[in-house]
């Protein structure tokens, strides 16, 4: 009888929520496409507008996670200002190249 009881409690969670296993693999799913999405973004911006836009992205993209994570006024601002710093750098770089 107590080991009824003990199979009956461990298997308690699953049936509070039964599409568990689905949801884990249809996150799975949607994080790889996500990441794919990225991938090809990434790329399209590199040729496009060169490694100089890529790199001010990818920084705004992680410093923006971070934000997500932990929420920092002092990141915020420094955020916004290495934005218009690297914006600007990259614009006298495509004036100059002549793109």
């Known amino acids: 009888m107590a080991n009824e009881a003990a199979v009956v409690a461990k298997g308690a969670g699953r049936d509070l929520d039964p599409d568990r296993e689905n949801r884990t ?12 999405l990225g991938s090809l973004l990434g790329e399209v911006l590199r040729d496009q507008a060169g490694g100089c836009v890529l790199r001010a992205v990818e920084t705004l ?20 200002r290495n934005a218009c710093r690297s914006w600007r750098s990259c614009r006298n770089t495509a004036r100059v190249c002549g793109t």
């Open 61 to 80: 993209r992680r410093g923006f996670i971070r934000l997500h994570n932990k929420d920092s006024p002092h990141l915020r601002m420094r955020l916004y």
């Open 25 to 36: 693999y249809e996150d799975r799913e949607h994080r790889a496409r996500v990441k794919l």
